[in-house]
């Protein structure tokens, strides 16, 4: 749990390198619910880097379809997700504790066997544990926009990010994101228009409906009210000879 802290230690000296992330750690008060949930459930639901690459036969008794959801905030709507499609296996990565508590709470509840989390470093886990080819669909849901020009460099939506993504992918496999800032939804639109291997669903410039998978969350009900707007991107990783996903939504 939390391992990239460890691993931006400099072996020599143990001072912290700098290193551009798209997250702050802000530890927030962990619940007596959330504690317990971590120091009981963790060990059956939790994934750790040190497991090395993702074997689904063991994590999960069976090789069905992933979708993986990087930054899940509480975890409400990805168990929501897991409950309604028990077909399908789902792994989160989130970096804050009280919200990995919270999905682990959600998972006992429920009594999902579909749904295992990691507490990390989104990329690094993408890129040491994920097997290439190996997603259905990777879901990225109100990312922190960081808005301010000077932070745009720790928006995790970044050519080299989605060209990790695409690899990620199974052929066919969709990647999906959602936000309720404008600019940024610009932002991500243009940085998919030069992707390599990726189809629009919408087509070209173009962005998609709320998908049925995706439930509306809190974030969004309130952008509504204040009169925002949500914006969806579905974009396919391109393969010959199958159905597009806009057929296939």
């Not at 897991?82 to 009280?98: L, N, S, Y």
């Not at 301010?148 to 066919?172: D, E, F, N, S, T």
């Not at 998609?208 to 991107?233: A, C, I, N, Q």
Request: charge should be neutral.
């Amino acid at each position: 749990m939390l391992d990239f802290i460890n691993h931006d230690k400099d072996p020599e000296t143990g001072k912290v390198m700098r290193k551009v992330r798209s997250f702050v750690l802000r530890e927030g008060r962990l619940t007596a619910g959330q504690r317990n949930a971590l120091d009981t459930l963790w060990p059956r639901f939790g994934l750790e880097r040190a497991q090395g690459a993702l074997d689904p036969e063991h994590v999960f008794g069976r090789d069905a379809p992933r979708v993986l959801e990087i930054g899940y905030g509480m975890g409400q709507s990805l168990a929501q997700m897991a409950a309604a499609d028990p077909d399908k296996d789902f792994i989160g990565i989130e970096v804050h504790r009280p919200g990995v508590g919270a999905l682990l709470m959600e998972i006992e509840q429920q009594g999902l066997n579909n749904l295992r989390s990691y507490c990390d470093d989104a990329v690094e886990i993408l890129e040491l544990c994920i097997p290439d080819n190996s997603l259905a669909r990777v879901q990225l849901y109100f990312p922190d926009p960081w808005h301010k020009k000077k932070h745009h460099k720790r928006r995790i939506v970044q050519p080299a990010w989605v060209a990790l993504v695409q690899r990620k992918l199974q052929p066919g496999g969709i990647l999906h994101m959602a936000t309720d800032w404008e600019n940024y939804s610009e932002h991500m639109m243009e940085v998919m228009n030069t992707a390599e291997g990726f189809n629009n669903a919408a087509g070209p410039g173009g962005f998609s409906p709320r998908p049925s998978w995706r439930p509306e969350t809190k974030f969004e009900r309130r952008g509504e009210k204040l009169g925002h707007g949500v914006w969806d991107l579905l974009f396919e990783k391109s393969e010959i000879g199958r159905a597009s996903c806009r057929e296939r939504v």
